[in-house]
């Protein structure tokens, strides 16, 4: 299994509140992304980074924000959650090119009251 | 506009048969690839089975074959001889060379196979 962790792995905020999600890999790959997963929607792409402090925004980007300050931690932040944020967040990894699987991490359920 | 359809919102399958996820895919990109993911009810994405654009054979993984149909956009997913542990969601996705090689994933279609 590929080395990626998410923390935290459940979450209960309220609305107004910023919440920060972490991602963590040990696989040294270059590629890190924010998806969210709704009933109805399949996974959608909020952000990714191709690399220590590049990133660019994904189909569903407002309300969030990224940092990555360093190669193996990728931070998703709502500056302030809104219940509409209720969902399920995945981290992914991945190599550079088309035919290179993309590795998901456990997930964090988000649930904003 | 929508890039990966999956149009079976649920299927059901017998044990021991095959059974076939229908997925179609948009893009203009001449080189993508396609792949499918299996999301039991535990929640992780697990990957069953690539295939690139320009690949002339169609992908297998073991029992997990890939139908790929080039000028219909069409990457079907064929399970043969159907377990019961098989029973999921299934997401078809595509990746293209913009968006830092992220996913595009369709809705997903739920299997059941029953006894």
């Known amino acids: 299994d590929a080395g990626i962790t998410q923390s935290p792995r459940h979450k209960v905020t309220e609305t107004g509140t910023p919440v920060t999600l972490r991602c963590h890999q040990t696989?040294?790959?270059?590629?890190m992304y924010w998806y969210r997963q709704d009933p109805g929607h399949g996974l959608r792409l909020i952000h990714y980074?191709?690399?220590?402090?590049?990133?660019d925004k994904g189909e569903v980007s407002d309300g969030y924000s990224v940092s990555r300050s360093k190669t193996e931690d990728f931070l998703l932040t709502l500056e302030s959650a809104t219940s509409s944020q209720t969902s399920v967040y995945f981290c992914?990894?991945?190599?550079?090119?088309?035919?290179?699987?993309?590795?998901f991490g456990p997930g964090t359920r988000l649930t904003v009251t | 506009a929508q890039k990966i359809t999956q149009t079976q919102p649920g299927m059901f399958v017998q044990e021991k048969e095959a059974v076939t996820l229908d997925c179609t895919y948009d893009t203009s990109d001449p080189s993508y690839g396609l792949f499918w993911y299996k999301q039991p009810s535990s929640g992780e994405m697990i990957f069953l089975i690539y295939?690139?654009?320009?690949?002339?054979q169609n992908a297998t993984e073991g029992r997990y074959s890939l139908n790929f149909q080039k000028a219909r956009k069409s990457a079907n997913l064929v399970i043969s001889a159907s377990q019961l542990g098989d029973s999921a969601m299934y997401f078809c996705a595509m990746r293209e060379g913009n968006s830092g090689y992220a996913l595009n994933f369709g809705k997903g279609t739920s299997l059941l196979v029953t006894p």
């Open positions: 992914a990894i991945s190599e550079a090119g088309l035919a290179y699987e993309q590795y």
């Open positions: 696989e040294n790959h270059r590629y």
């Open positions: 980074s191709y690399g220590v402090k590049d990133t």
């Open positions: 295939q690139g654009s320009y690949d002339q």
